[in-house]
């Protein structure tokens, strides 16, 4: 084809016209918009969105591709056609004549369970016709009964926060004022403040059960802790000769004595006391703390206030409600 013909498409000179404005009146453009957004914003239910699948999957299976026009004047279409396609059904035609080929599309079937390949739909209907006569029915949960489910575990979490910070109340009230047994008094009578002691060094029987549980969890883990760290300096540390001249602080600064750390004695016994303890609820153990402020401290764990007598007046009450 020559250049400058008639037939070739001039592409640098191609005008397009407007295409004409759609003239809608105000009222029916404000219809038209809340009638889209009523349509937006209706939730589909899982039934209706495999229904119009379906049909959108029936329609295109059932309208062939090459009844468009412009399908016969597409590319494929022509390959096709070179290799001796006319129309019909496709596929090996028989020399006998009965055979036409394939007219009509492979039925698509679409797979709604989760199982494997394999795992086809007689099999299971087996395996639920035998569980029907087992007497097995699949558990259906009760709405209700989930929702009042999840309300009680998170109630459950708010309370053993709770029950966790009147546990360290306890007991910084316990260090704070001991019990007559334990009093700082020296045995001699002199008056002289006898040091506080370490926590690993007493008996965790000695303990009220309230929080006992509390410091036998801090022992356990300050244990593992020191027990890696010991791990590491071992492992890090360079060989070293034993010099009996040597004195022990610098032993000890120069990291070639080892430090010995002492745990309560009876951390790995068993506390049936306590065991029995952490099966209450945990609205249970927090009554029987609080009560414990209340009765040997004369604290209020919801006032956050020490009270001066037995009496505690100003104190709305023993539970929280009393205090909203």
């Not at 699948?53 to 096709?80: I, N, P, Y």
């Not at 209450?280 to 402020?293: D, H, I, N, R, T």
């Amino acid at each position: 084809m020559a250049p400058g013909s008639d037939d070739e498409d001039d592409y640098m000179n191609m005008t397009f016209a407007d295409p004409e404005p759609v003239k809608e009146s105000s009222v029916k453009r404000a219809e038209r918009l809340k009638k889209e957004s009523r349509a937006r914003g209706v939730i589909k239910s899982k039934a209706e969105i495999e229904e119009e699948e379906a049909a959108a999957r029936e329609k295109a299976l059932s309208t062939s591709m090459l009844d468009d026009e412009r399908a016969k004047k597409s590319k494929g279409f022509a390959m096709m056609a070179k290799m001796g396609f006319t129309g019909g059904g496709l596929g090996k035609k028989r020399d006998d004549g009965e055979g036409a080929g394939r007219a009509e599309p492979i039925k698509v079937e679409i797979k709604g369970d989760r199982g494997g390949i394999g795992m086809d739909n007689e099999k299971k209907r087996k395996i639920r016709e035998a569980a029907e006569e087992l007497g097995v029915k699949a558990i259906k949960l009760d709405p209700d009964e989930y929702r009042e489910r999840v309300r009680k575990e998170r109630e459950d979490a708010r309370l053993e926060k709770q029950f966790f910070a009147a546990q360290r109340m306890a007991e910084r009230l316990d260090d704070e004022q001991p019990p007559a047994h334990e009093s700082s008094a020296s045995p001699d009578g002199e008056g002289h403040e006898k040091p506080k002691r370490d926590i690993s060094t007493r008996p965790l029987k000695s303990f009220p059960v309230l929080y006992r549980g509390l410091i036998r969890h801090r022992e356990e883990q300050e244990r593992d802790r020191r027990m890696r760290h010991d791990l590491q300096q071992s492992l890090s540390r360079l060989p070293t000769y034993e010099d009996d001249l040597e004195d022990e602080d610098d032993k000890t600064a120069m990291g070639k004595k080892q430090t010995v750390y002492a745990t309560a004695d009876d951390l790995d016994e068993e506390d049936a006391e306590l065991d029995a303890f952490n099966e209450l609820s945990p609205g249970e153990k927090l009554g029987q703390v609080l009560a414990y402020l209340r009765k040997q401290h004369r604290y209020c764990f919801w006032c956050k206030t020490t009270y001066d007598d037995d009496e505690m007046e100003g104190c709305p009450g023993l539970t929280e409600e009393d205090h909203d």
